[in-house]
């Protein structure tokens, strides 16, 4: 059974910075991709970045230039590092594991950001 366990939210001041992280019960280079989505009240779920096996990385708009992917691989470990957050990034952030089209996901993490 594969787990995706996140840590690393909580309540930040606009402007200021996080670092979320994931756990993988298994190799993360076990995924055809590994990312971060985030989910706010009455918002459909919604990626936020992603890194591929061969580590290529991607970033939706709203993540591009203030957010950074990266991996350990050592640890099973997946990171999300964000900087200048706004107030409208504050929502359940969830790892996401994909494996030969299926999907896999953590338990969410609380990201807050007050103005």
């Known amino acids: 059974q594969v787990q995706l366990v996140e840590s690393g939210g909580g309540l930040v001041q606009a402007g200021g910075s996080l670092r979320l992280s994931c756990t993988a019960s298994e190799n993360i280079f076990n995924f055809n991709t590994m990312g971060w989505y985030r989910q706010a009240p009455g918002v459909q779920r919604e990626l936020v970045a992603r890194i591929n096996v061969g580590g290529r990385t991607y970033y939706t708009d709203s993540a591009e230039g203030r957010f950074t992917i990266s991996r350990d691989a050592g640890l099973n470990m997946v990171h999300l590092q964000m900087n200048g957050l706004k107030s409208e990034d504050t929502a359940v952030y969830y790892c996401?594991?994909?494996?030969?089209?299926?999907?896999?996901w953590g338990q969410g993490t609380q990201v807050t950001v007050s103005s």
């Open positions: 996401n594991g994909n494996i030969f089209s299926r999907n896999y």
